[in-house]
């Protein structure tokens, strides 16, 4: 029974801990596996490819679903909480890269699902210790929440401009420049305010154009308007992050949200760029 319970234990350590040299190992050998079922994935893809290699990758890939659902079998059978582990966001990724494999026994393009196993690789953040990296991500999720509003007025503002141009643009140009309908006038002033410019429909009357280049004058003037929102929300997070700090001096903890400098002892709150 102990040696049972020492096996479970050894092999918990290799599977799930990524601090160790066996756990490491172990990670990067899982990395190289799924990367390798990746690129067989995007080969077979190719016609050329899969017309001449479609049994051989076959093959191919149901040994990677194989070795993928024995690590699988092994998380939950080594984990102290299988159920948790099943249900947490690796377990989950786990599972998915699985189960395409199996549905392409019923329906062949089941197949090309197994691209989800890219999402397998954010176990490299385990690997190469890059997690704390990712708190950073919290900046960018408070600046988002602070800017949803102001970007969502922007966007109703752009809805109704291309709203106006379409139909305007409709009612100008007309069916036999293209213009078939309203929403047909939408898309291009979509494509137009968006400087994109597919070029699959033209205005062809002055008018048109010179409603046209109101509408590439309009993009350009709009365009930096969600990237200013955002960036300003972003710079408030990172300073509001900041006053939450302590006082590097005197350590005060508590400070006024527009302060740059201590109440307490005058010290600035703000470290300098080098």
Known sequence: MDSNNNWRQRLYVMVFQSDTAAG????????????????????????????????????IEWGFTIIFAIEYVLRLYCSPKPLRYAFSLYGLVDLLAIVPGILALYYSDAQF????????MLRIFRVLKLSP??????????????????????????????TVFG????VIEGPEHGFTSIPKGIYW??????????????????LGQVIS????????????????????????AMRGEQLQQDC????KSS????????????????????
Do not use: W
Not at 225 to 236: C, M
């Open 24 to 59: 490491r190992r172990f990670d990067s050998i899982l990395l190289l596996i799924i990367l390798a079922s990746l690129v067989v994935i995007i080969l077979d893809s190719i016609d050329e490819v899969h017309q001449n290699y479609a049994s051989v990758l076959a093959y």
């Open 113 to 120: 699902l197994l691209i989800i196993r890219i999402i397998r």
């Open 133 to 162: 990296y990712l708190m950073q991500a919290n900046y960018l999720m408070s600046a988002l929440r602070g800017s949803k509003q102001k970007i969502v007025v922007f966007l109703l503002s752009v809805c109704t401009l291309v």
């Open 167 to 170: 139909t305007l643009m409709y």
């Open 189 to 206: 002033a979509i494509v137009t305010l968006t400087t994109v410019g597919f070029g699959d429909i033209v205005p062809k009357t002055p």
């Open 213 to 236: 280049s109101l509408v590439m004058i309009t993009g350009y003037s709009i365009i930096a308007v969600p990237t200013g929102i955002f960036t300003a929300e972003l710079a408030n």
């Open 248 to 251: 590097p001096v005197c350590k």
């Open 255 to 274: 400070h006024e949200p527009n302060a740059a400098f201590c109440s307490r002892c005058g010290n600035s709150l703000f470290k300098k760029m080098e």
